[in-house]
């Protein structure tokens, strides 16, 4: 037995008779002695009631409630549409429009128990195999982000060494020439005064002469001395005159002239506020789990009610000064955004509105993606042409170049989609070469679309809807109900679709399966020809822009 303290008899109990139990009784939930166990099996109410021997009895199982939680009464009834047994109340308040109400009874009859227990056991199975797997490779998961973490602060080391190497380099040159140029100024400065020094050697004899000789001499003597010592005076006059002028008697000091890119590069120093960004890249695993038909529609039921909550609110709304017609718009991962005019400029605005600066790309730009940090790729229609821009160093690092008319652009996974005119979608890597190629039909230029998780989102504006479709070609779902003009597209968090519908002034949400969809904001809530949505990195929030550029909306997105 599971418990060290003996099972009484429950009637005897009732009788105030203390008898050690034989049998458990499931259904009365209580001990039997022998006898009381031989009156049960006689009654016909209690005939058919499950016992067990009470050696084999687990006082641990919890009993089975055969009453309805709720309302206290006996469950005598089935719902087949919610798999769950109730009680006349239940089925009067909360099942009245379900259809095939059953007996309980009968339902328990025809259930063949043994197979039921298998099926869940078998569910059992497949879920514990489920969670150890998840959590054998979450914990690879950690001891490989463990090494990536060590590996990123090497990385940080290294940059920083770098730098330090460099600037050592540059301040050792510098020093260097400071003490060529010191030693070259200290040595023309000794030069000179050992000159002057010998020339003052030259007048202190020519005192001597002058004041001991010359007295002694004859009249002739003295004549001639005194006008040879007046000649050496005259040359010596015209070197001190020369003196005057020569630059080797000016005052000499070294100072540093300072590189003017010092200035340029201490500024941006200052406003440098990370030397990089550690984001958390997040990969879908195949973990091969069986799910059974009501896990689905649970998680079904999931993503309707995410939709049904969801709201989107415009916080604010920002003036700028593009005032042109633009083509498409993204949010970087710094929190500035990229507004690309059509067939125009790429312009740089940061998170309040205001233009910074439009980014020195040559040519007639039309959509935009993010690569990493510092990196973004265009598309030139025209040019049939993909252009990478590294945004730190301000100069295209790459062209590539295409068979078609290339529109819309959008990165994934190292990997990028691009719609070339109306009719195939190619699957690119950074250095061009075609990975995949999905054919579609499309009214409209493939000018918005979004890749993740192997799968394209693009919308049709003529025809008036949104597809998706797999890396093979194959359509999972289409949506073609409430658009009217679809131009701006993106996904959130969770990966359920925001579209901008022009023409009806109208921001919705449709579900990641296509199945459901949601009016966010409307025209009732300011909103004005939007053809460009976007989301902040990893954030509910982005920004709203209407087709002329005139505001940035920014909303918060929650469900």
Known sequence: MASSKPIQCGPCQEGKVNTKADIWCYNCEEGLCSTCSSHHKRFKGTRDHKTIDIKSYKPSIRAINTKCDKHGQQLNLYCPSHLMSCCDE?????????MGIKSLASVVEKTKIEKSTQSVQKQIDSIKHFLDKLINNKSKNIKRCEKENDNIKELIFKIRKDINKHLTHLEKKLCNEADTIWNQEKSKAKDLITEIEGKQKNFKEMQEHLHTV??????????????????????????????????????FSIKLMQNNEIEKILSKLGSLESLGEVIVDKTEIALNREKSVKKKAQVQSRVQSNITNMTMNIETKIEITIEKEISDMICLMDGRVIVVERWGKVNLITSDGKLQKQLPIPGEAWSVTQINQNTIAIT????????????????????????????????SNGSMAVGLEKDEIRIIDLEGNTLKSIQVECKSYLWKLVYCNDRVIYRDYYGKAVYCVDESGKQIWQYTQDLSGPQGLCTDTNGNIIVADITSNRILVISK???????????EDGLENPRCICFKHNESSGYICNIKCTYLAKFNLSS
């Open 380 to 411: 030139y229609p025209n040019e049939t042409a993909i252009k990478i821009f590294n945004m730190e160093n301000e100069t295209v690092t790459k062209v590539i170049t295409l068979d078609k008319a290339c529109y819309g652009l959008s990165f």
């Open 513 to 523: 399966d296509g199945q459901n969809s949601k009016v966010l904001i409307s025209e």
């Open 214 to 251: 010359i007295p002694h001499t004859s009249k002739l003597q003295s004549f001639l001395g005194v006008h040879q010592i007046e000649q050496q005076v005259h040359q010596c006059q015209r070197y001190v005159d020369d003196l005057e002028k020569d630059d080797r008697t000016k005052e």
């Open 90 to 98: 239940c089925v009067s308040t909360s099942h009245s429009k379900c």
